[in-house]
Each structure stands twice: as structure tokens, then as C-alpha cells.
């Protein structure tokens, strides 16, 4: 369920994508530091929260970070690492 599901808010504007991948590569930078709203507030460039929210949303929607027990925000998302899995003929998807 999303956030917006959640909180019964409608997006009124959609992030670009620079705003996406500079919140990404702040989180990549920084997995393990933060959690939500100190991330948000320490990112490099400023922005609504709401923005930060719908950029948030993608991001653990799609598996690419996670929280921890103590809800610190971390980078999973591993291109690599599930390439060199897929590449190993023993492993079969189900």
C-alpha cells in the first residue's frame, strides 16, 4: 500500500527525475544513517516533504531501500549482485 493510499492524499506534482536520483545516490551515500525525517531534512537540496514522500514510496516500493529494526533508512538495491545470481544456471526463478 502506498503512502498516499495511507494518508488518502492525491500527488499533485510528480518529482523529476534529477530530484530522484540525487535522493537516491544521498541514500546510497548514507545507508544506515538516517532515519525518515532526518533524511529528508539533511538531503542536499531542499524539498516539500510530500515530494520527499512520493520519492520515498518509490524507492521501498520498488526494493531499492529498506528500514532497519531501529527504522534507519538503507540502500539494498544491488544490480550486480542479482545479475551474477541470474548468470548461475543451478539457480532456477519459481
Known amino acids: 500500500m502506498t503512502h498516499e493510499a495511507v494518508m488518502g492524499t492525491e500527488i499533485l506534482h510528480y518529482p523529476q ?11 546510497k551515500e548514507h545507508s544506515g544513517d538516517f532515519k525518515k525525517r532526518s533524511l529528508w531534512e539533511h538531503l542536499p537540496k531542499k524539498m516539500m516533504y510530500q515530494t520527499f514522500m512520493v520519492i520515498y514510496d518509490y524507492l ?29 544456471e543451478a539457480l532456477a526463478i519459481r
Open 17 to 27: 527525475l534529477d530530484t530522484v536520483l540525487m535522493v537516491e545516490e544521498f541514500v
Open 60 to 88: 521501498l516500493d520498488s526494493g531499492k531501500i529498506a528500514r532497519d529494526s531501529e527504522h534507519k533508512i538503507c540502500w539494498i538495491w544491488n544490480p550486480e549482485l542479482v545479475a551474477k545470481y541470474l548468470q548461475n
